[in-house]
Structures are given as structure tokens and as C-alpha cells.
């Protein structure tokens, strides 16, 4: 059974640069069969895509965040993450790490989520 | 990018009462609709792809229709365990996108 568990700091200054990993237990990030997305929801509010990557290092992102996110994989550590740059209040949120049908492109399983504060 | 609304918001229902949900999507997603349930404090939780495909270990008493450009969350007779907001999210067209979610309370 695939999980998948956020790290990273719960505190980020303005302007500089979220970094969160996720941890795939159970399952390979090497899989041809799914895609490994990044999605967040602000507090009271709904999900967004951020985006994803695949298995050969493709990557794919929600334009909304205007270039500002990055997801790369560490395949010896069946890791991916994400970086976010230049962030402002307005990235606070939690941030889930999920697992993406390729094909249907429903997300499952999810990571429990990680919030991250942006403040000075 | 593709919006999803839902409706209604919120509602309250007693429980063993028949429950539905309507996401309705601004062009045409053909059959990449997916439904999620969060509960307070939990991440969300597929339920439903594909429009009407449960997901493994889902109580079958929810169940995902399509009508038209509407697609319809049921859940037949509420439970306690049932409180929760839903989202619908399209996987047709990236960027992906959800539904701003309903809140299912027991009155």
C-alpha cells in the first residue's frame, strides 16, 4: 500500500523559497503508471493543483503560480519535491503530496498534508 | 482554465436521508470527473472516478451519475461517519481543477 508524508519547514519568510519533499513508501516514483502532483488548499478554503512530475522527469504546473514552482525526483530516495520561490502571504496553505492516475488523472492516495505559514 | 461549481454550498440532512451533490463544469470534461471527500482536519480522500466508478473500499451507498453537463454525487442514506466537504475535480484538461466544495452536516 502506497503512502506519502510531507517534510519540510512550517515557516517561510516572504520572498524567499518554500521547499517541501515527499516521502513514497510502498511504491515507486520510477512507475510508468501514475504521476507525482503537489496540491494545496489554504486554510478554509478549496484545492489547487500545483502540479506534477512523471517518471522521466517531466513536469507539468498550474500557470497561476507565474513560473514560481519547480517539482523534481530523487529516485534513490523515492522522494520528489517541491520548491515555490518568491512566496507571499498568499501561499500559506496546507500542501499535499499525492499520487496521479496516469490515464484518469484522479489523485490517490494523498499525503496527510503539511502546512507551511508564510511570515516574517 | 475549466471551472467547477458546485452546488449547493452546504446542507444539512438527517441521517438515513438521500444526499446529492451537482458539480457542473464551464466546457466539456467528457467522462474526467473525480470525486473527494475531506474530512475536518484530513486530507481529502478519493471516492468516485471516472464519473461512477467507486473507488476500492468506498461504501457502496455513494454512487456518481452524469446528466448533460451535470455530474451528481449521491450518497443514499446518510450516515454519522458521512460529515464532511466533497469536491469534484476534472481531469480532462490540464490545469486540473476542483469544485469550491460542500459541506455535508447532519441536522
Known amino acids: 500500500q502506497v503512502q506519502l508524508q510531507e517534510s519540510g519547514p512550517g515557516l517561510v519568510k516572504p520572498s524567499q523559497t518554500l521547499s517541501l519533499t515527499c516521502s513514497v513508501s510502498g511504491g515507486s516514483i520510477r512507475s510508468g503508471s501514475y504521476y507525482w502532483s503537489w496540491i494545496r488548499q489554504p486554510a478554509g478554503k478549496g484545492l489547487e493543483w500545483i502540479g506534477r512530475m512523471y517518471s522521466s522527469g517531466s513536469t507539468s504546473y498550474n500557470p497561476s503560480l507565474e513560473s514560481r514552482a519547480t517539482i523534481s525526483g530523487d529516485t534513490s530516495k523515492n522522494q520528489f519535491s517541491l520548491k515555490v520561490t518568491a512566496v507571499t502571504a498568499a501561499d500559506t496553505a496546507v500542501y499535499y503530496c499525492v499520487r496521479e492516475d496516469n490515464g484518469g488523472d484522479w489523485f490517490d492516495p494523498w499525503g496527510q498534508g503539511t502546512l507551511v505559514t508564510v511570515s516574517s | 482554465d475549466i471551472q467547477m461549481t458546485q452546488s449547493p454550498s452546504s446542507l444539512s440532512a438527517s441521517v438515513g436521508d438521500r444526499v446529492t451533490i451537482t458539480c457542473r463544469a464551464s466546457q466539456n470534461i467528457r467522462r474526467y470527473l473525480n470525486w473527494y471527500q475531506q474530512k475536518p482536519g484530513k486530507a481529502p480522500k478519493l471516492l468516485i472516478y471516472a464519473v461512477s466508478t467507486l473507488q476500492n473500499g468506498v461504501p457502496s451507498r455513494f454512487s456518481g451519475t452524469e446528466s448533460g453537463a451535470d455530474f451528481t454525487l449521491t450518497i443514499n442514506s446518510l450516515q454519522p461517519e458521512d460529515i464532511a466537504t466533497y469536491y469534484c475535480?476534472?481531469?480532462?484538461?490540464?490545469?486540473?481543477?476542483f469544485g469550491q466544495g460542500t459541506k455535508v452536516e447532519i441536522k
Open positions: 475535480q476534472q481531469s480532462n484538461i490540464t490545469p486540473w481543477t
